[in-house]
């Protein structure tokens, strides 16, 4: 079985640019989380969506980050404008479903810089 | 809101020791579940070893288990045997059991194994 993929592996941008991330899950898995996680810290939840809607995206800056899940699998994660505390990995998870029962799987991570 | 404390930032072992990593957690509910994470160097998130809140037995999975103290809420992570192999970062994380609340996790542990 295929694990979660990302891309790009790594990024380097100047503050105000824009970036996107890219995520497919396993196949079959409906729900879809984007993390964030900053150096030294844990992940953190950015948005989760089932399927193609978002079920939570308390923690997602709307005034520069941005997703979506088109057609429930492949999922896109933007910032625009960039800001340096933006700096961190982004990883992408997958799992069946939602609740504890369902183990997420991660993804290798995007490494986003921003200078 | 669920918390997951991690009090030891680094820790080290040597080859063929135990080692054990310190985890707790905060919560008013009853249906969750406990997770340990590694995260080794440049590489993605496994899961270790999963606990439900409602089973008494610690989990156990080769070489890694848990002593779950559900009522002092905390969930600790013995590796014994320990390898070369099992450097990495170690989150502690906690989810309620249904619903779309989100995985949170600790600030890690970052564990070395000494030759």
């Known amino acids: 079985e295929a694990g979660v993929a990302q891309s790009p592996r790594y990024k380097i941008i100047e503050k105000r640019q824009s970036v996107a991330f890219w995520c497919n899950p396993i196949?079959?898995?409906?729900?879809l989380y984007w993390y964030q996680q900053i150096l030294g810290q844990g992940p953190k939840l950015l948005i989760q969506?089932?399927?193609?809607?978002?079920?939570?995206d308390s923690q997602l800056p709307k005034d520069r980050f941005s997703a979506e899940r088109l057609k429930g699998v492949d999922s896109t994660l933007k910032i625009q404008p960039a800001k340096l505390e933006d700096s961190a990995v982004y990883l992408c998870?997958?799992?069946?479903?939602?609740?504890?029962?369902?183990?997420?799987?991660f993804g290798p991570g995007t490494r986003l810089t921003v200078t | 809101a669920q918390t997951v404390t991690q009090s030891q930032p680094e820790m080290s072992v040597q080859e063929a020791e135990t080692v054990t990593l310190s985890c707790t957690y905060d919560?008013?509910?009853?249906?969750?579940?406990l997770f340990w994470y590694k995260q080794p160097p440049s590489r993605q998130m496994i899961l270790v070893i999963r606990q439900e809140a409602y089973k008494q037995q610690n989990a156990t999975e080769n070489r890694f288990s848990v002593n779950f103290q559900k009522a002092a809420k905390s969930f600790s992570l013995k590796i014994s045997d320990s390898q070369l192999g099992d450097t990495a970062m170690y989150f502690c994380?906690?989810?309620?059991?249904?619903?779309?609340?989100?995985?949170?996790f600790g600030k890690g542990t970052r564990l070395s194994v000494i030759a």
């Open positions: 196949s079959g898995h409906a729900t």
């Open positions: 919560t008013s509910e009853n249906n969750y579940y």
């Open positions: 969506f089932q399927n193609n809607g978002v079920v939570d």
């Open positions: 994380a906690f989810i309620l059991g249904s619903g779309n609340t989100p995985l949170v």
């Open positions: 998870a997958s799992s069946h479903g939602t609740g504890g029962a369902y183990e997420q799987y």
